[in-house]
């Protein structure tokens, strides 16, 4: 009988070693790639975001829906990330993106001051901030400097608001954007910043408030802000799906199907 040397023996068994480490170090890297879970929050803000029941809060994604929850689960499911999404208060939202890893919040406006802070992946969509008074008012603007004669109404932690007041001028803050529209509604503000959508503000709709647009004062884009620890790898293929999305109109049916909501 023919036996191999002991040299050739030893190589054989170093390479079926190294092999399956090998082997072995491609699963565990796959196993952790498909372990790491997006952790996403959004905040109520029709048509972009809403519960499905129209409360205030919800835990799972079944329960949250609008142009931008519809969009960003169907980004991560083309992507192939496992994610979980809740709608809660916004400064919740956007503090779990800033403090936690794989944490996102969505849609963010994406601003000078915020765009250092995150990464990003986008843009969702372009808009126009503008400024709405009740439709009864006589209020003509020519400039924003104009909106100074003015009370406006704005809601803490929101871009739009921020904004103004590094313009100069005054904002009287609520909790939540739905009391800007009571509170115009009973002249207690004169003026209230908005994202311009197709039809009238959603907020006035429900409260059952006429209201006209006044000036248009910025425009921007919204998007995704993940957390800065999030991994940039995972970011790119979600830029690169978002993009597909744009291109084969998946972005555009969203945004048709709650236009007007």
Not at 235 to 255: I, K, P
């Amino acid at each position: 009988m023919h036996l191999p040397k002991a040299g050739g023996l030893t190589q054989m068994v170093i390479r079926s070693v190294l092999l399956a480490l090998m082997c072995a170090a491609n699963a565990g890297a796959l196993a952790e790639e498909r372990s790491e879970v997006l952790h996403l929050f959004t905040e109520p803000f029709p048509p972009f975001s809403m519960t499905t029941d129209g409360s205030a809060h919800a835990s799972s994604a079944d329960q949250i829906t609008g142009f931008a929850a519809e969009t960003f689960k169907e980004l991560m499911r083309r992507a192939g990330v496992a994610s979980t999404l809740q709608l809660v208060p916004w400064k919740r939202a956007y503090a779990q993106a800033l403090e936690h890893p794989n944490n996102g919040v969505f849609p963010t406006f994406r601003t000078p001051e915020r765009d250092p802070l995150f990464l990003w992946v986008g843009p969702l969509v372009e808009n126009n901030w503008v400024l709405m008074a009740r439709a009864d008012s006589g209020i003509e603007l020519e400039t924003l400097a104009d909106a100074g004669r003015y009370r406006i109404g704005g809601y803490l932690g929101d871009s739009l608001a921020a904004y103004l007041e590094a313009q100069s001028l005054h904002v009287d803050y609520v909790n939540n954007d739905v009391l800007n529209v009571r509170k115009l509604a009973r002249g207690r503000i004169d003026l209230w910043p908005v994202v311009e959508v197709e039809g009238p503000p959603p907020l006035a709709v429900q409260e059952g408030v006429a209201v006209k647009k006044v000036f248009t004062f910025k425009r921007t884009e919204m998007g995704l802000a993940l957390n800065p620890d999030t991994d940039p790898k995972l970011v790119s293929r979600l830029q690169l799906t978002l993009e597909q999305m744009h291109e084969d109109g998946t972005v555009a049916r969203f945004e048709d199907q709650f236009a007007g909501l």
